[in-house]
T-cell receptor, first 115, second 114 residues
């Protein structure tokens, strides 16, 4: 069982609201990621971080922002939610110092619905 | 274009039966291929990793194969159980390092009926 937690599990919110999806891991992993997943589609990388104060945009253009002030915490923020943001958001982490440094540990996800 | 294609898109089998899921990729250079299992409402969990030199690897009732020449991998599930119902995702890495990029398939949705 992975020690990576996401809250909330489900979120229904109105258009224009600001939201923050929380992600925390207790494994001391240096690299963290946010993926977006729609039903029947592949995961798309939207943000990643190599460590504290390091954040990069992923392959999928996203209006969200992230921060990495502490190793264990990697929140994702949407300043103004829109219906097009409705999706499943998965947080993951990995440890670059291990031999299997690409093995991702995923949280259970946040299902976001914007009305 | 680097891609990962999985088949079938969905599969229904009876409990106790075997099944095989396929993954074809065009990712180059190739470093490794990993199979993940994603239960409904949960994040994916790694089942096994295959590197260039490996042909077969087993993890309990799961057996993965890799043919790096034809760029194909399969995941064979033996004596299926109800708990095997999940989406199985194939992920290919192009460099096998922190600079590597991961390419995800869309997954095969497996349903095991009693």
């Amino acid at each position: 069982e992975a020690d990576i937690y996401q809250t909330p599990r489900y979120l229904v919110i109105g258009t224009g609201k600001k939201i923050t999806l929380e992600c925390s891991q207790t494994m001391g992993h240096d690299k963290m990621y946010w993926y977006q997943q729609d039903p029947g589609m592949e995961l798309h990388l939207i943000h990643y971080s190599y460590g504290v104060n390091s954040t990069e945009k992923g392959d999928l253009s996203s209006e969200s922002t992230v921060s990495r002030i502490r190793t264990e915490h990697f929140p994702l923020t949407l300043e103004s939610a829109r219906p097009s943001h409705t999706s499943q958001y998965l947080c993951a982490s990995s440890a670059t110092w291990t031999a299997d440094n690409e093995k991702l540990f995923f949280g259970s996800g946040t299902q976001l619905s914007v009305l | 274009k680097n891609q990962v294609e999985q088949s079938p898109q969905s599969l229904i089998i009876l409990e106790g039966k075997n099944c095989t899921l396929q993954c074809n990729y065009t990712v180059s250079p190739f470093s490794n291929l990993r199979w993940y299992k994603q239960d409904t409402g949960r994040g994916p969990v790694s089942l096994t990793i295959m590197t260039f030199s490996e042909n077969t690897k087993s993890n309990g009732r799961y057996t993965a194969t890799l043919d790096a020449d034809t760029k194909q991998s399969s995941l064979h599930i033996t004596a299926s159980q109800l708990s095997d119902s999940a989406s199985y995702i194939c992920v290919v890495s192009d460099r096998g390092s922190t600079l590597g990029r991961l390419y995800f398939g869309r997954g095969t949705q497996l349903t095991v009926w009693p």
